[in-house]
């Protein structure tokens, strides 16, 4: 979603928080699809950034978790990124 389609969607939202009856249907159609776009592009990349984690986390250390700063790094943004401390 760019700017002006987030902007539009919460203009609809906020008219629709107003009069939900009235604008049920237009975010159904307008905003809803959008929003799953962008949870589907989100899914995608962090599919993508977490497979480039893994791999750095044990780069140069085969297939166990490598102590070199870089795979320190890189785990610890995993284990953020999995919400764990």
Do not use: H
């Not at 993508?48 to 780069?59: D, G, N, T």
């Amino acid at each position: 979603m760019n700017a002006e389609e987030i902007k539009k969607a919460r203009d609809i939202c906020d008219r629709a928080s107003e009069n939900p009856r009235l604008y049920s249907s237009e975010i159904v159609f307008t905003v809803l699809p959008a929003a799953l776009d962008e949870i589907e592009w989100l899914q995608k990349e962090n599919a993508i950034m977490s497979e480039a984690l893994e791999k750095l986390s044990r780069l140069g250390a085969g297939d166990r978790l490598g102590n070199s700063d870089g795979n320190c790094i890189a785990q610890r943004a995993l284990k953020e990124a999995k919400g764990d401390k």
